[in-house]
């Protein structure tokens, strides 16, 4: 019988570099022959399709799946779906076939996440402190992760095989 997908959300501030991170991780996890999907949440309603969504940005780094969560709507590899957008924990049957599927927003999730700052970001009040789903913390500063794993951004090497030992 087949493990289901490990969900591992990356969380943080508006421009904190969620979406850039996640698509440098997609193809280190796959290239561990990993299965990867993602789930992208946002507060906005869904764009066209110009080459440059998340969801797009996802697929092209080698995602097998993209679903685009929005308020209204939501998609599956950049095609509306009808009804309106399931909770989190509804998508399972949509993610069966993935090893990992990281989670890009839902802040709130009741799953492992690893929260990103950024200095560049308008906000910068750390995550971690109020949430203990938060197993890492990836910031471009020295940032006091409160006995977290602490990982450069740009070591996106290292933040992979810390969610591929999630995922064993």
Partial sequence: MARPP???GIVGW???GKTTLVERLIPLLAARGLR???VKHTHHDLRPSDGN???ERHARAGAIKT???APQVWEI???RQFGPPPELA???PHVAEADIVLIEGFKRAPIPKIEVRRTASPTNEPLAPSDSRIVAVAADHQADAAGLPLFD???AEGIAAFIAGLAR
């Fill in 6 to 8: 490990i969900f591992v």
């Fill in 14 to 16: 508006k421009n904190s």
């Fill in 36 to 38: 990867v999907m993602t």
């Fill in 53 to 55: 969504t998340d969801g």
């Fill in 67 to 69: 679903i685009v969560i």
């Fill in 77 to 79: 590899d950049g095609k």
């Fill in 90 to 92: 509804e998508i399972a």
């Fill in 153 to 155: 951004l740009d070591d």
